[in-house]
């Protein structure tokens, strides 16, 4: 089964940037599918960021509107999000993953993002 793989994460302060990635192991299923960014903090449930379509239409959750942005470059198989003017309470596990790999339990390891204040 293809697994979305994301990186990126890391430390960083209050008001600074971080980009994530998303590729897939097998280079296949990116570029047709739409793919949408989560993020999970520890006792509550996954939710929601960014996602964008095949086409490369994008939507955002409210916490993310203004201060990220999601891209995809097809060619390279790949998806990001770019998160600027980071704070606190965007500290979290990030995933990646399809409608079909949401809807079957499939999640890749995930990225963490830590800001501190």
């Known amino acids: 089964q293809v697994q979305l793989v994301e990186s990126g994460g890391g430390l960083v302060q209050a008001g600074g940037s971080l980009r994530l990635a998303c590729t897939d192991s097998r280079g296949i299923i990116l570029s047709v599918n739409t793919i949408t960014w989560y993020r999970q903090t520890p006792g509550k449930q996954r939710e929601l960021v960014a996602h964008?379509?095949?086409?490369?239409?994008?939507n955002y959750a409210d916490f993310a509107k203004g201060r990220f942005t999601i891209s995809r470059d097809n060619a390279k198989n790949m998806v990001y999000l770019q998160m600027d003017s980071l704070k606190p309470e965007d500290t979290a596990v990030y995933y990646c993953?399809?409608?079909?790999?949401?809807?079957?339990?499939?999640w890749g390891q995930g990225t963490q993002v830590t800001v501190s204040s």
């Open positions: 993953n399809t409608d079909f790999g949401k809807t079957t339990g499939s």
């Open positions: 964008i379509t095949p086409s490369g239409r994008a």
